[in-house]
């Protein structure tokens, strides 16, 4: 079966320090590959999306995510986070044929302690 | 830039009553999406549409029917609510015929069952 798995539901980070959010991904084959993040009580934003090429994705707000085929991972870094990056961070994919068709991870809440 | 307008961004129902949501894609934008995000969980894909027509469907009960009309905005008609209906959903809306569009949320609607 087709899944996306976020193994850490929370992440606690201290500001000005690094972060990494893992993704991996379950398909028949690969998928189109995006980070969303949602603030609390708000709609859901792309940080970034994968759909083929370099494999290092460079997004918005200084976030970056590496698709490594050979791991089915999609992970998502920042280097140095901010405390406005307190959120929920989704991965989700889409089938190449049916991109429209989101299928999200479970996601992951960050907390940023100063 | 204009963005993707959902209303009401609150409402309250009664369990067996019916609920509307409505969504107002982004101009330009011909592509519709609609996600039930219940608490706690990540974004479900519910259905679809692509000019007028539906062009995906995942896991939306009998009970909600929805449509796009000719300005491309779209409603979610949901009947016979039940408590387990209680979560915010997303409107999405992209445009179709390029292969890297992106699907730009909505703030939500939160619908509440009692």
């Known amino acids: 079966a087709q899944s996306v798995t976020q193994p850490d539901i929370h992440i606690t980070v201290s500001e000005g320090a690094s972060l990494e959010l893992r993704c991996n991904y379950s398909?028949?084959?690969?998928?189109?590959l995006f980070w969303y993040v949602q603030s609390p009580g708000q709609g859901l934003q792309l940080l970034l999306k994968?759909?083929?090429?370099?494999?290092l994705v460079q997004g918005i707000k200084g976030f970056e995510a590496e698709f490594k085929r050979s791991q089915s991972s999609f992970n998502l870094r920042k280097p140095s986070v901010h405390w406005s990056d307190a959120a929920e961070y989704f991965c989700?994919?889409?089938?190449?044929?049916?991109?429209?068709?989101?299928?999200f991870g479970a996601g992951t809440q960050v907390v940023v302690t100063p | 830039a204009a963005g993707v307008i959902q209303s009401p961004r609150h409402l309250i129902k009664e369990k067996r009553e019916t609920a509307t949501l409505k969504c107002y894609p982004i101009?330009?934008?011909?592509?519709v999406y609609w996600y039930q995000q219940g608490p706690g969980q990540d974004p479900q894909f519910l259905i679809s549409?692509?000019?007028?027509?539906?062009?995906d469907k995942g896991s939306i009960p009998d009970r909600f029917s929805a449509q796009q009309f000719s300005d491309y905005h779209s409603e979610l008609n949901m009947s016979s609510l039940e408590l387990g209906d209680s979560a915010l959903y997303f409107c999405?809306?992209?445009?179709?015929?390029?292969?890297?569009?992106?699907?730009?949320f909505g703030p939500g609607t939160r619908l509440t069952v009692l």
């Open positions: 999405a809306s992209s445009e179709a015929g390029t292969t890297t569009s992106e699907q730009f």
């Open positions: 398909y028949g084959a690969t998928p189109y």
């Open positions: 994968y759909f083929s090429g370099d494999t």
């Open positions: 989700a994919v889409a089938p190449t044929d049916s991109w429209g068709k989101l299928q």
């Open positions: 101009p330009r934008h011909d592509t």
């Open positions: 549409f692509y000019e007028k027509m539906q062009s």
